[in-house]
């Protein structure tokens, strides 16, 4: 029961940190065929540092999760869980900070 509870939380923290990543990666796409768009695409370049982190902690505790101990499974959800709040509050960040034009 543990196993599947670790699972779910390091999947939707792996869900969240690549709907950052993906968000990041369609502005850059967007705005580099829209003149004047290279703000935006300096904007998410210095962002994807943050999305690349936040994705590669929640890959690596989903990778933790597929243990068959309870230790690593608490770990995993732990560090799952961290890594997918910080990477929606990020997201979260990200998008307010465009939309307000602040790059």
């Known amino acids: 029961m543990l196993s599947l509870v670790a699972f779910l939380v390091t999947l939707a923290a792996v869900l969240a940190a690549a709907g950052h990543a993906g968000y990041l990666a369609m502005l850059t796409s967007a705005a580099k065929k829209r003149a004047g768009g290279q703000p935006a695409v300096d904007f998410a370049r210095k962002r994807f ?11 690596l505790a989903f990778l933790i999760s597929s243990g068959d101990t309870w230790g690593a499974d608490v770990f995993a959800m732990l560090l799952g869980g961290g890594g997918g709040i910080a990477s929606l509050k990020a997201l979260q960040s990200s998008q307010s900070k465009f939309r307000k034009g602040e790059f």
Do not use: M, Q
């Not at 690349?52 to 890959?59: D, K, Q, R, S, Y």
């Open 49 to 59: 540092p943050i999305a690349g982190v936040g994705l590669g902690v929640t890959l």
